[in-house]
């Protein structure tokens, strides 16, 4: 049994979350963008800047 087909709500619910989930990845995809360009991470090869190499661990 297909439960994204068995009622139209169904398929209506299950669409709804698709499309959030789509618009939720697209978010944290910009979000990262930024992070990395604050940060000055090298986008390219994704080189870790060294003044985040030298922060020290914070114990949790």
Do not use: R, Y
Not at 24 to 40: R, T, Y
Request: with cysteine.
């Amino acid at each position: 049994m297909n439960c994204a087909n068995d009622t139209v709500n169904d398929q209506l619910v299950h669409n709804t979350i698709a499309a959030a989930a789509e618009k939720a990845h697209v978010l944290m995809e910009e979000c990262l963008k930024q992070i990395l360009e604050i940060e000055g991470w090298d986008t390219q090869n994704l080189v870790m800047p060294d003044a985040l190499k030298k922060k020290p661990a914070k114990s949790l």
